[in-house]
């Protein structure tokens, strides 16, 4: 979930289009104010493998029939809890049989676990990492593989990630940036917008901007009294932003100011 404008070329709608070797996007055609072009629903294969797994079906449309037809799906992976990522799980179920696996119950299908934190799944060929990323959400992951990371809605391909007002958390949110930031160099594949090349470097400036935004929180806090409310900060930091954007903007403030008032 983001806010951004203008967006750079990116798959066309219900194209597979492979990204690394292990990995293709296929773009759903749900294009919003917090999906940028789509969800990105990921595909992952291993050399040699006749099997694929699934990283977040996307919306309950054409698009699920269009993921069941890609090929045998030993499994499908959930990110977290949004909409967006979930809407077509059961569809997806129903069409092919594959078990899904997620943080929390709510989206296990199938005989299937809740996925743990630096769990390995070998699946399709390929050996892929789970790792918690909580801050978008509580339930957020991230899926590491040998030479890229699906990030889904922690580290975007454009725009900056939204603090959901129900269970995320900007003190976790700022540990996952750093946690992602240590693996170093290595492609983002995100949950929406185009992939990226390199990973430390995009942490780096999310870390950057989140330092910014807080200080610009810090400093219209000195100006309105310590008690202003998100909208009263937005108003002031967010200036240089399109209206249309200031609710969304409103969650970060609201977040941002949550954390400083903690610290």
Same mark, same amino acid.
């Given at each position: 979930?983001?806010?951004?404008?203008?967006? %750079?070329?990116? %798959?066309?709608?219900?194209?597979?289009?492979?990204?690394?070797?292990?990995?293709?996007?296929?773009?759903?055609?749900? %294009?919003?104010?917090?999906?940028?072009e789509?969800?990105?629903?990921?595909?992952?294969? #291993?050399s040699?493998?006749? /099997?694929?797994v699934?990283?977040?079906?996307?919306?309950?449309?054409?698009?699920?029939?269009?993921?069941?037809?890609?090929?045998?799906?030993?499994?499908?992976?959930?990110?977290?809890?949004?909409?967006?990522h979930?809407?077509?799980?059961?569809?997806?179920?129903e069409?092919?049989?594959?078990?899904?696996?997620?943080?929390?119950?709510?989206?296990?299908?199938?005989?299937?676990?809740?996925?743990?934190?630096?769990?390995?799944?070998?699946?399709?060929?390929?050996?892929?990492?789970?790792w918690?990323? %909580?801050?978008?959400?509580?339930?957020?992951?991230?899926?590491?593989?040998?030479?890229?990371?699906?990030?889904?809605?922690?580290?975007?391909?454009?725009?900056?990630?939204?603090?959901?007002?129900?269970?995320?958390?900007?003190?976790?949110?700022? /540990?996952?940036?750093?946690?992602?930031?240590?693996l #170093?160099?290595?492609?983002?594949?995100?949950?929406? #917008?185009?992939d990226?090349?390199?990973? /430390?470097?995009?942490?780096?400036?999310?870390?950057?901007?989140?330092?910014?935004?807080?200080?610009?929180?810090?400093?219209?806090?000195?100006?309105?009294?310590?008690?202003a409310?998100a909208?009263?900060?937005?108003?002031?930091?967010?200036?240089?932003?399109?209206?249309?954007?200031?609710?969304?903007?409103?969650?970060?403030?609201?977040?941002?100011?949550?954390?400083?008032?903690?610290q």
């Open positions: 979930m983001t806010a951004d404008a203008e967006p %750079p070329s990116h %798959p066309a709608y219900g194209q597979l289009r492979p990204v690394t070797a292990t990995a293709s996007v296929l773009l759903a055609n749900n %294009p919003g104010l917090m999906t940028l789509g969800t990105n629903t990921w595909v992952l294969r #291993g040699g493998s006749d /099997e694929l699934v990283v977040d079906p996307g919306p309950d449309d054409e698009h699920i029939a269009k993921v069941a037809k890609l090929g045998r799906i030993a499994l499908v992976l959930i990110s977290h809890r949004h909409g967006d979930t809407d077509g799980i059961d569809k997806l179920v069409l092919t049989g594959a078990p899904v696996r997620s943080a929390g119950s709510g989206y296990l299908r199938g005989l299937s676990a809740e996925l743990t934190d630096g769990e390995v799944i070998d699946a399709a060929g390929l050996r892929i990492t789970v918690a990323t %909580p801050g978008h959400t509580a339930d957020s992951l991230s899926f590491v593989l040998d030479d890229a990371v699906l990030t889904a809605d922690t580290v975007l391909g454009r725009g900056t990630t939204v603090i959901d007002t129900e269970d995320g958390s900007l003190a976790d949110y700022l /540990e996952s940036l750093h946690r992602l930031h240590g #170093g160099r290595r492609t983002v594949l995100p949950g929406h #917008g185009p990226l090349a390199n990973l /430390e470097a995009v942490t780096t400036e999310y870390l950057a901007h989140r330092e910014q935004r807080l200080e610009q929180v810090r400093s219209a806090l000195r100006t309105l009294g310590g008690d409310t909208r009263q900060v937005v108003e002031q930091v967010y200036v240089d932003v399109d209206e249309e954007l200031w609710d969304a903007a409103e969650w970060s403030v609201q977040a941002q100011l949550d954390y400083l008032r903690t």
